[in-house]
């Protein structure tokens, strides 16, 4: 099973940048799994962003980006996405894609986990 998350770069500050997350493996299906992002900053250490529900009917933001950002997923492609607008240099960190068969914002109640990919918000 592995997880490929994509998408980072750099963009000014108030710019938008989007993020895919594509699962790979023989018998994994996204449809099976909880999924979500999290994101880690220099120094820091990782946060929930946002999370999307099996068939992708409810989603949940951190405060932080709530109104900024969309999470959504098409099972069909075994695929998710992080569609980040308005971005602030405070969004800079590596962002990480995960799935778990249960319901939480807790990155320990994730069993896979993607690479991260870079996002760096300039000033």
């Known amino acids: 099973v592995q997880l490929q998350a994509s998408g980072g770069g750099l963009v000014q500050a108030g710019g938008s940048l989007g993020l895919s997350c594509a699962a790979s493996?023989?018998?994994?299906?996204?449809?099976?799994?909880?999924m979500a992002w999290f994101r880690q900053a220099p120094g820091k250490e990782r946060e929930f962003v946002a999370r999307v529900t099996l068939s992708g009917a409810s989603t949940n933001y951190a405060d932080s980006v709530k109104g900024r950002f969309t999470i959504s997923r098409d099972n069909a492609k075994n695929t998710m996405w992080l569609q980040m607008s308005s971005l602030k240099p405070e969004d800079t960190a590596v962002y990480y894609c995960?799935?778990?068969?249960?319901?939480?914002?807790?990155?320990?109640?994730?069993?896979?986990w993607g690479q991260g990919t870079l996002v760096t918000v300039s000033s």
């Open positions: 493996g023989r018998t994994f299906r996204t449809r099976n799994y909880n």
């Open positions: 995960a799935a778990t068969t249960v319901y939480s914002t807790a990155s320990d109640a994730y069993d896979y």
